[in-house]
């Protein structure tokens, strides 16, 4: 693995517009390991990325409007991959939500 930073959707893959920041596979030079994802109009996703998608494991995405969850991506028994998080609002509130 190496650390890259790269604001070209045809490197990255992962969203038009956004910027990723972290490691990086040198087999498939994709995102793979820990990794930050900003996409300015919409949110910032601090977590880990396997071959390019986000992997299993936690994350915190911070939203632009300000609210932000704490999340763990899983793979469920069924295969699909599933997020359990709890959000929380700039008004104070919080919601839980997933398995």
């Not at 994802?37 to 919409?42: A, C, D, F, K, T």
């Amino acid at each position: 693995m190496y650390f890259q930073y790269s604001e070209k959707f045809e490197e990255h893959g992962l969203k038009k517009e956004a910027t990723y920041i972290g490691e990086w596979s040198e087999k498939n030079k994709k995102p793979h390991g820990r990794g930050i994802l900003i996409v300015p109009s919409v949110q910032t996703t601090i977590g880990y990325w396997q071959n390019g998608n986000p992997a299993d494991g936690n994350y915190v995405i911070i939203y632009s409007g300000g609210d932000f969850e704490v999340a763990e991506w899983y793979k469920h028994k069924t295969g699909k991959v599933k997020k359990r998080a709890i959000r929380y609002k700039v008004d104070g509130t919080s919601k839980q939500f997933g398995d």
